[in-house]
Structure formats: structure tokens, C-alpha cells
């Protein structure tokens, strides 16, 4: 659960760099957002979360 709190906060971040700095209209924003809830909604919700679940595995097995 901790992972799902981080990555959510680090697209918002991202997010509101994209409408600060990069000129992302808000309006885009908006419709990125409720994209991301009907695909939470989906049949492919759990391969979405077992995709991103593996990368940050594989990324935090990475030792520098």
C-alpha cells in the first residue's frame, strides 16, 4: 500500500510540474486523470498494478 501512496503522489507531482512549467492545459490534466480512474475501474486493472508492482521491484533490486 505504501508503493500505491508514493507513485499516486509522484504523479501529482509530475502532473502539476507538466501544467506549471510545460504548458499541460489543466483541461488535459483533468481528462488524464479520469482516464486513469476508468481504467482503475477495468479488466486490465490488475495487469496494470502487476506491471508497475514488477518495474519498482525490478528498479529497487538495482544497487548503485
Known amino acids: 500500500?505504501?508503493?500505491?501512496?508514493s507513485v499516486v503522489v509522484l504523479l501529482a507531482?509530475?502532473?502539476?510540474?507538466?501544467v506549471r512549467?510545460?504548458?499541460l492545459k489543466a483541461g488535459h490534466?483533468?481528462?488524464?486523470?479520469?482516464?486513469g480512474f476508468y481504467l482503475a475501474s477495468s479488466?486490465?486493472?490488475p495487469t496494470i498494478k502487476?506491471?508497475?508492482?514488477?518495474?519498482?521491484?525490478v528498479l529497487g533490486g538495482f544497487h548503485f
Do not use: P
Open 13 to 18: 507531482i509530475v502532473v502539476f510540474l507538466l
Open 50 to 57: 502487476n506491471v508497475t508492482t514488477n518495474v519498482a521491484g
Open 43 to 45: 479488466s486490465i486493472a
Open 21 to 23: 512549467k510545460s504548458g
Open 29 to 35: 490534466a483533468v481528462v488524464c486523470m479520469l482516464l
Open 1 to 5: 500500500m505504501a508503493l500505491s501512496i
